[in-house]
């Protein structure tokens, strides 16, 4: 398995309040992904980076920042989150292919 | 926006049936078509890709079709068993490394 680990995997938070997802890996991938999992969605990309401090948006950023200092880490923050941000969170990696692997997901409730 | 179509968006078969399901996608600016297998509170895990027109792969009793002209890629499931039973994404590629996602068919097989 890829080493990918996410954290936190559970999050409870209110509305308004910032919120910040870690993503990590142990694999010196360069490329990294933060999805949102959605019904009837499936997977809708946030944002991505392509190498340290390199990031661009996905289809579904309004309302999300991120920022990779590291080549490991890639977190994404709710500036102040709203219920329509309640989803599940997975992270996913991807080296030299396009193959991506995916971490365990984080789910977030904003109430 | 790019469009990544599949269908059914659920599937219930017996046992030992064979079953199939379609991904539609743009057939311009093609570069891969990405299978993900997608198990209930797992993470996504790669089947396939495929870049040429014609390709098909396979593993074990699932095999994957790709035409590249008219934008459609078919997902064999021959025999199928309850461990089978997942949401199948696909993800169209037009390089970049960027992936598109489609909203999955959930297939359920009942013993």
């Known amino acids: 398995d ?3 680990t996410q954290s936190p995997r559970h999050k409870v938070t209110e509305t308004g309040t910032p919120v910040t997802l ?6 010196n991938h360069r490329y990294m992904y933060w999805y949102r999992q959605d019904p009837g969605h499936g997977l809708r990309l946030i944002h991505y980076s392509y190498g340290v401090k390199d990031t661009d948006k996905g289809e579904v950023s309004d309302g999300y920042s991120v920022s990779r200092s590291k080549t490991e880490d890639f977190l994404l923050t709710l500036e102040s989150a709203t219920s329509s941000q309640t989803s599940v969170y997975f992270c996913a990696i991807a080296g030299t292919g396009e193959t991506q692997y995916f971490g365990p997901g984080t789910r977030l409730l904003v109430l | 926006i790019l469009n990544v179509e599949q269908s059914p968006q659920s599937l219930h078969v017996q046992e030992g049936d064979s079953t ?3 991904c539609s996608f743009p057939s311009s600016n093609f570069y891969a078509l990405h299978w993900y297998r997608w198990e209930t509170a797992k993470s996504p895990e790669a089947l396939f890709v495929m870049t040429l027109n014609g390709d098909e ?3 074990g009793r699932i095999s994957a079709t790709l035409n590249t002209k008219e934008g459609y890629s078919y997902l064999y ?3 199928s068993q309850p461990e089978d039973s ?3 994404l696909c993800a169209f590629s037009g390089g970049y490394n960027k992936l598109i ?10 013993p």
């Open chain 2, 86 to 88: 997942a949401t199948y």
């Open chain 2, 101 to 110: 996602f489609g909203a999955g068919t959930r297939l359920a097989v009942h």
């Open chain 2, 57 to 59: 792969k396979k593993k």
């Open chain 2, 20 to 22: 199939n399901f379609t």
């Open chain 1, 22 to 27: 870690r993503c990590h890996q142990t694999e």
């Open chain 2, 77 to 79: 499931i021959k025999g």
């Open chain 1, 2 to 4: 890829a080493g990918i």
